[in-house]
């Protein structure tokens, strides 16, 4: 009976994990949910259980280039960084942890009370934006706020830069996959990383 649990739930870990390496599905819990309908089960993984099934796969189908997407990713995210180093901007995402796949694109966050502002810096330094919003996310039942602007890289990799207001950034923030605390990469540390360990990867185990 318990092995019988344990291969359910391995299984609908895989779909959730196919339907987000596929792109059917970009959130982790509508992922889980879509699964856990397709095997008939009222029960879901968790996200660590996902992600690990998701980087398996990206493993699986993607060897060495995936490594080498890894490495030209970190460099593209150095040089939005550089552009807007006055904004203490930090590496997040997969693409600190070194757990990317086809669908991964680079996070950035940075601190600025005036998304205009970021903006017209991206504009003055031919960085491709290709949209720009306000998006709200509820958290134990509070909401949060932060300005998203998407933007194309050189290599045609997608960015995703994170303006939060310098007060909310001092607050520490528990990622929800991993269970410990989003630390990212800041300029002079990516730059050490990339001198020293590339593909390095940031996962708690």
Request: with cysteine; proline share 3%; aromatic share 6%.
């Amino acid at each position: 009976m318990k092995n019988g649990f344990k291969n359910a739930r391995k299984k609908v870990a895989c779909e959730a994990a196919n339907l987000l390496y596929s792109g059917i599905e970009k959130e982790y819990k509508q992922a889980k949910l879509k699964a856990a309908k397709t095997f008939g089960v009222n029960f879901l993984p968790t996200n660590l259980e996902v992600a690990l099934e998701l980087d398996k796969m990206a493993e699986e189908k993607e060897g060495k280039a995936r490594q080498e997407r890894l490495i030209y990713m970190r460099k593209d995210a150095l040089k939005l960084m550089k552009i807007l180093k006055e904004y203490s901007p930090l590496l997040i995402g997969s693409v600190w942890r070194g757990t990317i796949d086809c669908e991964s694109d680079i996070d950035i966050v940075v601190r600025h009370d005036d998304p205009g502002s970021i903006i017209n810096i991206l504009k003055q330094n031919s960085v491709k934006i290709a949209q720009a919003e306000w998006v709200s996310v509820t958290k134990k039942g509070k909401e949060k706020r932060s300005f998203h602007i998407l933007v194309e890289c050189p290599a045609k990799e997608k960015a995703e830069i994170k303006v939060i207001s310098p007060e909310e950034a001092n607050r520490k923030e528990k990622c929800e996959i991993y269970g410990d605390e989003i630390t990212g990469l800041h300029i002079k540390e990516l730059e050490m990383l990339l001198r020293r360990n590339a593909s390095q990867r940031f996962v708690p185990f």
